[in-house]
């Protein structure tokens, strides 16, 4: 097996050994196997390992190369999907017990264009059950029980792509995918301490994929680095016709990040969290100067506008969410849910009024126009992930989990493009994290904020030391 | 970090409510009689913070939601339900005071705005 160097590092240094034949698709497909099987069982990482797949992709990817046939950064490095991805032959169970069985005869988009990059997928991250959709109040809101996290496993990944971020912090792939409709990705990045990257709306095909809120929901690379993040978005985006939301290939296409011609302006957010642990103030304070001193950024503070954004993006996901899963909800079926949130949520949902949906959607252009406005003054807006680090397994989330995110419902329901980063631990070794923000099209500014931070800063090298 | 529920939804319940109090914990059962009386109170309080015409809103949706589904939910998640319900109409109700125009078209999908080219 090889060793934790080797499994920890970013998909742009295991490529290059790939390319170079420094490095074997196999041994390194085999060795993140091995540890999953371990580690990833002991954290409850995995909804199901596809070994026998992977082992057969990596000969494939082993075999191409040694005949000097390279694909791309991507042939050959091993990755997980979070398991609301449809993959052809496995079970894709959306984390939820009333969908253990459910299988689809495709693979969704991303798949697709994962295999034909070379990838290897090696298992279907666990993860919230319905990506939260009918709510949760509890970690355990899961069909294999609450995923732990790899800095303590006494503590939570946060969700709904909480697999697919314990299995990129553990080091039992070289990437991940996950999906955010409202933190989904920014909060399981910032409370294991990788690089999550939510892409704007409509770049990445949702084909394939348990749709939780077809107007919000995003598909997005979970990674050891803002690089990493860039090298999986440039293979994964793209117009895709069988998505109703996939914006025009010359819009959806993502071409990477390159250096600013000139300095990128960055608004620190003034006005995001209400209330900050000391720790994570502590840590975002030094993340501040760390940005203020870069001569590639331009720091100010903004604001965001002040308004009922995020009860409208609340009303938003939960009508989209009560249509999504009519069925289960009509045929009762919610009952074999694990949360006592989400047993009850999918009824109370279905009681909201046509007419607060046409205004949460009106109220949404409204938001949509102001942040457009903000976006005059700044390119990237930044701030902490989160004004905590991780919760314990068995807290209530409504109690320990709880407060106003103003830029999470904005971002959402703007469909705003956004990377969390590491920036620091807490004092009993957590990780804190920072994010940035841009316009909708804007990956690439978002993207280059977080390599400039990366490039000051050794946080995101840094991984859990696990027997 | 815990808040009032009437000030925001979170990412974990959307609009069903962000119940802050430890509602599980204190639904009546085995824990007991006071505990049991704290819920009621949770629920009593929340249905208190709201005017006549929102708690006559609210009582309306519970009595839909127990018409349709009723025979399937236990004392219990029916008293869940009366609390998420009744924490939820604060923010439905300051959503609908937003001053919007007659005018203000809704956006069904987000919109790829670019600096300033909505005016």
């Known amino acids: 097996m090889l060793s934790d160097d080797v499994l920890y590092l970013p998909v742009t240094e295991l490529s290059r050994r790939i390319r170079l034949r420094q490095l074997s698709p196999v041994k390194l497909t085999e060795s993140y196997l091995e540890r999953s099987q371990k580690v990833g069982a002991r954290l409850n990482a995995y909804a199901t390992l596809t070994s026998d797949l992977a082992l057969k992709q990596a000969h494939a990817a082993e075999k191409e190369i040694a005949a000097g046939k390279h694909r791309g950064p991507l042939h050959g490095i091993p990755y997980a999907a979070k398991d609301l991805l449809a993959v052809k032959g496995y079970p894709t169970a959306w984390g939820a017990r009333p969908y253990k069985d459910q299988s689809f005869d495709y693979d969704a988009t991303v798949i697709k264009k994962l295999d034909a990059a070379g990838a290897v997928l090696i298992g279907k991250a666990a993860m919230i059950e319905l990506a939260g959709g009918l709510g949760y109040r509890y970690a355990s809101a899961s069909a294999g029980g609450p995923t732990k996290n790899p800095w303590n496993e006494e503590f939570w990944t946060c969700g709904s792509s909480s697999g697919s971020a314990a299995i990129v912090g553990a080091g039992l792939a070289a990437f991940a995918l996950g999906t955010e409709t409202w933190g989904s990705i920014i909060c399981p990045s910032g409370f294991v301490g990788i690089s999550g990257l939510r892409p704007t709306f409509g770049r990445v095909s949702r084909y394939g994929a348990m749709a939780l809120a077809y107007s919000m929901d995003h598909i997005g690379p979970m990674c050891r680095s803002a690089d990493d993040c860039d090298l999986v978005l440039k293979v994964i985006s793209g117009h895709d016709p069988q998505d109703a939301g996939s914006l025009a290939e010359p819009q959806a296409k993502y071409a990477g990040a390159v250096p600013p011609a000139k300095p990128l302006r960055v608004g620190w957010i003034a006005n995001q969290w209400k209330e900050i642990s000391p720790d994570v103030n502590k840590y975002s304070t030094a993340a501040r100067e760390v940005l203020g001193k870069s001569n590639l950024l331009k720091l100010s503070t903004v604001s965001l506008p002040e308004g009922p954004w995020e009860i409208a993006a609340g009303v938003i996901v939960s009508v989209e969410g009560a249509a999504a899963f009519r069925d289960l909800i009509q045929s009762g079926k919610v009952s074999e849910l694990n949360d006592p949130l989400g047993k009850i949520g999918g009824y109370m949902n279905e009681t909201i009024s046509a007419s607060d949906h046409m205004t949460a959607e009106r109220i949404r252009r409204i938001v949509q126009k102001k942040m457009d406005d903000l976006f005059t003054q700044v390119d990237v807006l930044a701030t902490s992930s989160l004004p905590v680090t991780a919760t314990k397994l068995d807290v209530n989330l409504d109690e320990a989990l709880t407060f106003p995110d103003p830029i999470g419902g904005i971002g959402n329901i703007c469909g705003l493009p956004a990377i969390s980063v590491p920036c620091g631990f807490d004092h009993v070794g957590l990780p804190i994290s920072i994010q940035f923000i841009g316009r909708p099209l804007d990956d690439a500014q978002v993207v280059q904020a977080a390599r400039i931070f990366q490039a000051q800063t050794d946080w995101h090298k840094r991984h859990p030391k696990l027997s | ?119």
Do not use: C, W
């Not at chain 2, 007991?32 to 629920?43: D, H, L, N, P, T």
């Open chain 2, 1 to 119: 970090m815990s808040k009032s529920s009437q000030e925001h939804i979170t990412r974990r319940s959307f609009a069903v409510g962000a119940a802050a109090a430890a509602t599980a914990a204190l639904l009546p059962g085995k824990e007991g009689r006071a505990e049991g009386e704290a819920f009621a109170q949770s629920q009593t309080d929340a249905m208190s913070k709201l005017s006549p015409g929102g708690r006559a809103e609210v009582e309306a949706k519970i009595k839909e939601i127990f018409r349709k589904y009723g025979s399937r939910l236990s004392d219990a998640q029916k008293a869940d339900i009366r609390k998420v319900m009744a924490e939820t109409q604060d923010g439905l109700e300051k959503m609908r005071s937003f001053a919007l125009a007659n005018g203000d078209q809704p956006a069904s999908v987000p919109l790829i705005l670019r600096r300033g080219d909505h005016r």
